[in-house]
């Protein structure tokens, strides 16, 4: 007999991953299939990094680290904070994690209380209403609309609070849409923070190194909502790491302090060599940053163009990350036949099965009239999956 505990039986498995998943095993059996889900860099780690791990094997840090992580690493994000973001965190103010997800885990749990809401923009990274509902809170979605770039406003977010309310989940570079929001909306959007006492904002700003347009202003840059940030971070987008399992936060010193203590039950201090790497990453000077950020913008610019061509589609261009949104409205409630389109998560499938491309539904990210499509791939591989993509819309009728 199966005997499973509420709180597992309440998540949702990851669609992200399930899909992936999906169009693993159809390239096992042969299939050409062309992933465009997973938001992982097709870059390899850079040399200078994987040496960096290398050596750390030789120089022997093979013993368990400190919870928190190494020194070293934390002050030299520290200083990443300090001199890219204008950020003041002190390395006892900094954890550093298995990934950015850990992070923000360790943050949702660490402060939020059963029946305490919890603000996300949709569309949202898919974990992060699960993690709220992990913490046993109560999450509160905020719609964002195509028409205004996948952006929520500062009256939106004031209309969502409420005397329970704990946390703003916040993104920018965003998972799964690109946009961007600028400094003055930003500013509009801390100043409605500033004035509920208790309201936190966790800052997830994982992709802050590929943004096309503009500058990345952090959350906690404005310093009259500072004491209230938590700004996650980490090295796998930014250095192609994402199988490192590297993220960090910076916080106010109290909340620190309750991540490193649950850390400390849980996994204890991440992977030695890992954070060897990572500290090779933050210190170390090549041009592989430059040369993934430009073939991003290239790709955004190919897949965004060939996809406004696609009859029935709506594209916000994104500003940053690797993932578009399109709204596939037009084609909910069509039929190719055999198949009814009737939710996002239907055409997603129905693209894997006729076009063989995988995508992802958004009904995981709070946009059940959109799919998300990552195009982390090569250039090629994005303008013959768009054209298999149209092949197959063509059927829907």
């Known amino acids: 007999m199966e005997y499973l505990s509420d709180r597992i039986r309440a998540l949702s498995d990851s669609q992200t991953l399930a899909m992936a998943q999906k169009s693993r095993e159809l390239k096992a059996k042969g299939l050409d299939v062309i992933s465009l889900s997973l938001g992982e860099p097709d870059f ?25 992580g190494y020194d070293d690493l934390r002050k030299a994000i520290s200083r990443k904070f300090r001199e890219e973001n204008g ?68 009256g939106q977010i004031e209309k969502a609070v409420t005397e329970k309310t704990r946390l703003l989940l916040f993104n920018s570079p965003s998972n799964p849409t690109g946009m961007v929001y600028t400094g003055n909306e930003m500013e509009a959007i801390a100043r409605v923070v500033e004035r509920h006492e208790g309201l936190f904002v966790m800052s997830d700003e994982i992709y802050e190194h590929i943004i096309f347009e503009g500058e990345h202003v952090s959350m906690a840059s404005f310093d009259f909502i500072y004491d209230r940030v938590i700004t996650v971070n980490g090295v796998s987008k930014g250095y192609a790491m994402t199988g490192w399992r590297i993220g960090y936060l910076g916080a106010p010193l109290w909340i620190a302090k309750a991540c490193n203590k649950l850390q400390g039950q849980i996994t204890s201090g991440v992977c ?32 965004c163009g060939m996809l406004k061509e696609i009859p029935g589609l709506k594209v916000s261009v994104p500003q ?12 909910l409630g069509k039929s190719d036949g055999s198949v009814k389109i009737n939710t996002s998560d ?52």
């Open 44 to 68: 390899n780690t850079p040399d200078y990094i994987k040496e960096a791990a290398k050596k750390s094997i030789d120089d022997n840090y093979t013993k368990y680290p400190p919870v928190p």
């Open 87 to 154: 950020l003041e965190y002190t390395p006892d103010q900094i954890i550093v994690s298995a990934g950015g997800k850990h992070s923000l885990a360790n943050v949702m749990l660490c402060i939020i209380n059963p029946g305490d809401e919890v603000i996300i923009p949709a569309p949202y990274w898919v974990s992060y209403y699960d993690q709220v509902v992990l913490a046993g809170g109560k999450p509160v979605i905020v719609e964002a609309e195509i028409e205004n770039d996948f952006k929520v406003s500062p």
């Open 272 to 303: 030695s060599i890992a954070q060897r790497a990572a500290l090779a990453a933050l210190e170390g000077q090549d041009d592989s940053r430059r040369k993934m950020k430009e073939a991003f913008h290239r790709r955004r610019d190919l897949i």
């Open 320 to 331: 940053g990350a690797f993932y578009v949104m399109p709204d596939i409205s037009y084609y």
């Open 346 to 397: 239907d055409l997603a499938l129905f693209l894997l099965d006729k076009a063989r491309i995988a995508v992802v539904g958004g009904d995981a990210f709070g946009a059940p009239s959109c799919i998300r499509i990552s195009y982390a791939n090569s250039d090629e591989l994005l303008a013959e999956a768009v054209r298999r993509m149209r092949e197959a819309l063509e059927l829907l009728k």
